[in-house]
Nanobody, 116 residues
Framework: QVQLVESGGGLVQAGGSLRLSCAAS????????MGWYRQAPGKQRELVAR???????NYVDSVKGRFTISRDNAKNTVYLQMNSLKPEDTAVYYC??????????WGQGTQVTVSS
């Protein structure tokens, strides 16, 4: 059974930082591309950042230069370091595996709230 467990969210002031973690189980983590997604109230879920099995990364334009995705295959964990946070980054953040589209059911997500 696949489980994706996100953590690390919270309330932070604009300009602050947070580091999100996603622990995956039930998958062969090292061969999967992993992505961080977010869903703000009233908006569709969007892909924020993705890291391939080989470590290549890509980001949505709105977070380039501020967010960094990384992975630790020994811990089956993917991270999202978020710096210079803005109120528009407020959302529930989720992780999932997959290159083209998310492969598994969503976890519970972790709430990130950025106050102005």
């Amino acid at each position: 059974q696949v489980q994706l467990v996100e953590s690390g969210g919270g309330l932070v002031q604009a300009g602050g930082s947070l580091r999100l973690s996603c622990a995956a189980s039930g998958i062969i983590f090292s061969i999967n591309a992993m992505g961080w997604y977010r869903q703000a109230p009233g908006k569709q879920r969007e892909l924020v950042a993705r890291i391939t099995s080989g470590g290549s990364t890509n980001y949505v334009d709105s977070v380039k230069g501020r967010f960094t995705i990384s992975r630790d295959n020994a811990k089956n964990t993917v991270y999202l370091q978020m710096n210079s946070l803005k109120p528009e980054d407020t959302a529930v953040y989720y992780c999932n595996a997959g290159t083209i589209r998310p492969l598994y059911n969503w976890g519970q997500g972790t709430q990130v709230t950025v106050s102005s």
